[in-house]
């Protein structure tokens, strides 16, 4: 198994810009999550999927757009990039609830200038 | 606000002592999982523990939970250069959906 996978590893953004950061799990995991980790601190949770067809937004959702239209896929969308969302963003599933042990990807580093 | 709240921030030990790092946190928990970060990469689980244990080991990991105080210590014995990175606290509140994560704790072990 492959596990979380996210691609790209790096983008460099112009403000005003669109994106899709993509995330595919081959672990058959209902649950799948998108964080955001800025220098010197924690994860914060942008959105969230319990299953396919459902999400629901986490702590800081403004500026990101997801859809699960598949177990597998949880892509997360920048809608008008801004420099206050360069950062390092981490997609992860788990097996059972979100509030369970989470498998994470490699992340995806993004600059927006 | 983030319900994580780990100390110290930083923490440099030599190689071969035991690194000790706290987590305090807000609200009613369902579990308590510590984290592992190295530079540049994603993170790895490495134990969790439920609201109605008190202790649990995971070869040279010990984590401990106090409900009533509503705090976490994770130990790692005979630190070794490898155990080089930052470590995350993060709870599953009751009733959500969600991990909280805390700020992490950055370790360094000097050979």
């Known amino acids: 198994n492959a596990g979380v996978t996210q691609t790209p590893k790096f983008q460099v953004l112009k403000t005003g810009q669109s994106m899709t950061l993509q995330c595919a799990q081959d672990?058959?995991?209902?649950?799948m999550s998108w964080y955001r980790q800025d220098p010197g601190m924690g994860l914060r949770l942008i959105h969230y999927?319990?299953?396919?067809?459902?999400?629901d937004q986490g702590e800081v959702p403004n500026g990101y757009n997801v859809s699960r239209s598949t177990t597998e896929d949880f892509p997360l969308r920048l809608l008008s990039a801004a420099p206050s969302q360069t950062s390092v963003y981490f997609c992860?599933?788990?097996?059972?609830?979100?509030?369970?042990?989470?498998?994470f990807g490699p992340g995806t580093r993004l600059l927006v200038l | 606000s983030q319900q994580g709240e780990e100390d110290p921030q930083a923490l440099s030990i030599q190689e071969g002592e035991n690194a000790t790092m706290n987590c305090s946190y807000k609200?009613?928990?369902?579990?308590l999982q510590w984290y592992r970060q190295n530079s540049g990469r994603g993170l790895v689980h490495l134990i969790l523990?439920?609201?109605?244990?008190r202790e649990k080991h995971s070869g040279r990991l010990r984590v401990t939970l106090d409900t009533s105080k509503k705090s976490s210590s994770l130990l790692i014995t005979a630190s070794r250069a490898a155990d080089t990175a930052s470590y995350f606290c993060?709870?599953?509140?009751?009733?959500?959906?969600?991990?909280?994560f805390g700020q992490g704790t950055r370790l360094t072990i000097n050979p």
């Open positions: 992860a599933s788990s097996p059972l609830q979100g509030g369970e042990t989470q498998y």
């Open positions: 993060a709870t599953g509140p009751q009733g959500a959906q969600k991990l909280v």
């Open positions: 523990i439920r609201s109605n244990e």
């Open positions: 672990m058959n995991h209902e649950y």
């Open positions: 609200t009613s928990i369902n579990n």
């Open positions: 999927s319990v299953g396919a067809g459902i999400t």
